[in-house]
Structures are given as structure tokens and as C-alpha cells.
């Protein structure tokens, strides 16, 4: 199983939250989409005012982090808010065999950086099930960003007991105050294996 993370106008070169570079993970993962008989999308999906929003705390500004109920949160500019141009899926994007688009991020009192646990680390989004009752014990992730949502959910993966790759070439991270080497150093010591599209048999 594929799992493409937030490839959204968000995410890009003049989107609301960009990732360097994030428009080159398009055609990495198109290509080795074509490897996957099961290929899932997630897309960040927040209310407007969400409450990682530095917009929503007064005194905050985008980066900043806070504390919310369930813990320290980094504060974001508004992105990704539902039904936005900035959260719809990137337009070159070509992964028609996909077969279930997740949105997360919809709590307006919770983040959710994870494809399978909120912020919260309570509320599920109910993928684990998903893949469990499909069979599917391994994953691969790819999208952006390396550092939030690909490592959170690769880490998820591995705590809810899934093989869980990372193909770093089709990842573009945030990268803030050392937060894509912590990231890696945690996926590594959690069992998260580290690979490049090249080592996938791709037809
Ligand atoms: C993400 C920050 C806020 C991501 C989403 O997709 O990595 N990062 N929302
Ligand atoms: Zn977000």
C-alpha cells in the first residue's frame, strides 16, 4: 500500500503553508504509483479558525507553538481550509487507481499531522481498520512533509504494528529548528525503513 500525503497546492511553491520544493515529489510519486495495487491519498482539511492556525491565538505568528489540551502544537498560517483551492490535490497529480482519499485535520480543536492518530493521540481516523480488514500489513509513504505529516504517519504505522517505509526522493520536508534530522532519527530507532523510489521494482 501507497499512502500520498498532502500533495495539495498548500504544500507548494505559492501555496498557503509551502514546502520547498514540494512540487518535484509530483512526478516521483506518479511514477512509482504505478508499482501499487493499493494506493491511498490523504489531504489536510481544516475548518476556517482551526486551532492550528496562528490566526486563531492572539500574540501568535505562523511558527510559533503553543499549548493546546492534548499538548504542544506548532502554529501554521491558515492552510488547507476545506473546500479551498489551496487544499485540493495537486492538478498534476495522476493516481486514478487510488481508492480512498482520507481527509484529516477536520476537528477544529485538533491537528492531525498523523493518516491514522490525531493529535490528540486519541481520536483514530480509522485507517488502521481499513488496511487490516484489506489484508495490508505493509506501508510506504510518500508526499509531503518529510518531517510532519510523512514521519508522523510512518511512526503511527509502525506503532499500530504495520512495515513502514519512507521513500525519502518522493518527500520534501518543512525542515524547522532541526526538525527533519529529529524526525529521521525517530523513524529510524522506531523501525521505520528509509528507502529511495529507485529501490522499487517499478514495470
Ligand atoms: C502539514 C503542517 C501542518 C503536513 C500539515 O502536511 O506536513 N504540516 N499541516
Ligand atoms: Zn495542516
Known amino acids: 500500500m501507497l499512502i500520498v500525503v498532502d500533495v495539495q497546492n498548500g504544500f507548494v511553491p ?11 515529489v509530483v512526478p516521483v510519486v506518479n511514477r512509482i504509483a504505478t508499482a501499487f495495487e493499493n494506493v491511498v491519498i490523504t489531504q489536510d482539511w481544516h475548518p476556517p479558525g482551526h486551532a ?12 510559533d507553538s503553543t499549548r ?3 499538548g504542544q502544537q506548532v502554529l501554521w498560517p491558515d492552510h488547507c481550509v476545506q473546500g479551498s483551492e489551496d487544499a ?21 480543536h485538533v491537528d492531525s499531522y498523523s493518516a491514522f492518530t490525531e493529535a490528540d493521540r486519541k481520536t483514530t481516523t480509522g485507517l488502521a481498520g481499513y488496511l487490516r480488514q484489506r489484508g495490508i500489513r505493509r506501508v510506504f509513504v510518500a508526499g ?12 503511527d504505522a509502525r506503532r499500530l504494528g504495520f512495515e513502514a517505509h519512507v521513500i525519502e526522493d518522493a518527500c520534501r520536508a518543512i525542515d524547522l529548528d532541526g526538525s527533519l534530522s529529529a524526525a529521521w532519527k525517530q523513524m529510524l530507532a522506531r523501525g521505520v525503513r528509509r528507502i529511495q523510489s529507485g529501490d522499487l521494482r517499478i514495470a
Open 14 to 24: 505559492g501555496g498557503a503553508l509551502p514546502v520547498a520544493r514540494g512540487d518535484e
Open 52 to 63: 492550528s492556525f496562528a490566526s486563531a491565538h492572539a500574540g501568535k505568528k505562523p511558527f
Open 68 to 70: 493546546l489540551a492534548y
Open 88 to 108: 485540493a490535490l495537486h492538478r498534476d497529480l495522476q493516481l486514478p487507481q487510488a481508492q480512498l482519499i482520507l481527509r484529516k485535520g477536520f476537528h477544529p
Open 144 to 155: 509531503l512533509a518529510t518531517d510532519f505529516c510523512v514521519a508522523w504517519t510512518a511512526l
